[in-house]
Structures are given as C-alpha cells and as structure tokens.
C-alpha cells in the first residue's frame, strides 16, 4: 500500500531564510502524481506545487521549488525567501491516476520575524 | 468559477441529532472526496466518488456515517446519530478525472457535537 511521510511535525525558519521540508513515499508504481498542498490558519486547503513523476525536471512554483528523487522516493519542498504568510500546516500528497490521494501527517512551518 | 462550496461553514448540534453535510463540486470534476480533519488524527479520507459511484468507502468510521452522490453536482455526508468525537472539520474536495489530478476543496465545515 502506498505510504506517504513527513518526518518533521514542526518547523520554523527566520523571515527571509530559506526551509526545506521532507517526505518521502512508498510505492510500487512509475506512474503517479506528487502534490505540496498548504493550509493556513484560515483552513482553507490549497495547492503549493505538484510534480509528474514521469518528468525528470524539478517543478518551480516562483519561491517555492521541489527536490523529486524518483529512485529514492523523496518529494522535499524549498521555500525561499520565506515570508510571515507562509506560516501553515504542509501536507505532502501522493495520487496515481484517478485513485485516492494519500496525505501525510503534515509539517507545522512557523515563520519567526 | 466558484470552487467547491460546502454548506453549513459551521454546525453545532447535541448528541443524537443527526448531522448533513453538504456539498457542491466543481462543475465538470468527476471526482469527489470527504475528509475529515482532527488534531489528533490529521486529515482522514472518509469516502470517495467517481462519476457519482461510491469507490472506496473504507474510511468511513461506523454505521453511522454515511454518503450520498445523488448527481454529478451535489453530494451529502450524514451523520446519524451524532456523537461528541464526531467534532471535527469536515472537508469536501473535487477533481477531474483526467488531466490535472489535483484536488480542489472546499472551505470546509466545522461540526461541534455537543
């Protein structure tokens, strides 16, 4: 069955810096999709960045970028130049095709000004 | 476009009650997905719809819960009765079936059993 997780509950990064958040996945499949979704304090779900795993290229999202592993099975989010707004939980997502989307447990990212 | 739309934002009820949940994807996703969002156990996904046919209901916690998908732009989660651990945020999310894969959701809605 496919997993997906995120090894790091909370973290926080100082205005401006630059944070790296991980997750790694498990799966037996070539074919799927990876997504970085984002949920403020409003709740609110929405979409960071996703990645075809069939594409080599690492997806770029203006500060937000990704490091895919494919043979590792790691999918890390870059934030860069982070700002107060970036404050949220991330979850990391795995989907194939039109089947379920697997979350992982989320990062708390905590912006300090 | 206006995003998928969940009704009511915010529901308080007493144990026992029963509880709908409403939603309404986006128009031409084939897709639909009920979340259920706690502290303690993180986003669940409760049940899901292709085309208006319930997949995998695996998620669904007890007899209690239940979903419908009557057509392709309306669907209910009810809860029936409630209890207090039934408390949480309720989310409803929509994709095409093809092409993007993402998913889009809604605003979410918080029920408080009392």
């Known amino acids: 069955a496919q997993t997906v997780t995120q090894s790091q509950p909370e973290m926080s990064v100082q205005e401006a810096e630059t944070v790296t958040l991980s997750c790694t996945y498990d799966t037996s499949e070539s074919d799927y999709y990876l997504f970085w979704y984002k949920q403020p304090p409003s709740r609110q779900m929405i979409l960071v960045i996703r990645?075809?795993?069939?594409?080599?290229q690492n997806a770029t999202e203006n500060r937000f970028s990704v490091n895919f592993q494919k043979a590792a099975k790691s999918f890390s989010l870059k934030i860069s130049d982070s700002q107060l707004g970036d404050a949220a939980m991330y979850f990391c997502?795995?989907?194939?095709?039109?089947?379920?989307?697997?979350f992982g447990k989320g990062t708390r990212l905590h912006i300090l000004p | 476009d206006a995003g998928v739309i969940q009704s009511p934002r915010h529901e308080v009820t007493e144990m026992g009650q029963e509880v709908t949940l409403r939603c309404k994807p986006i128009s031409g996703h084939n897709s639909l997905f009920w979340y259920r969002q706690t502290m303690m156990r993180g986003l669940e996904l409760l049940i899901y719809?292709?085309?208006?046919?319930?997949?995998?209901d695996s998620g669904m916690p007890e007899d209690r819960f239940s979903a419908k998908m009557p057509n392709a732009s309306f669907s209910t989660l009810k809860i029936q009765p409630s209890e207090p651990r039934d408390s949480a945020v309720y989310f409803c999310?929509?994709?095409?079936?093809?092409?993007?894969?993402?998913?889009?959701f809604g605003p979410g809605t918080r029920l408080t059993v009392l």
């Open positions: 719809f292709n085309n208006n046919v319930p997949i995998d």
């Open positions: 990645q075809e795993a069939y594409k080599q």
């Open positions: 997502a795995y989907r194939r095709g039109d089947d379920k989307i697997i």
């Open positions: 999310a929509s994709s095409p079936q093809q092409g993007a894969n993402e998913q889009f």
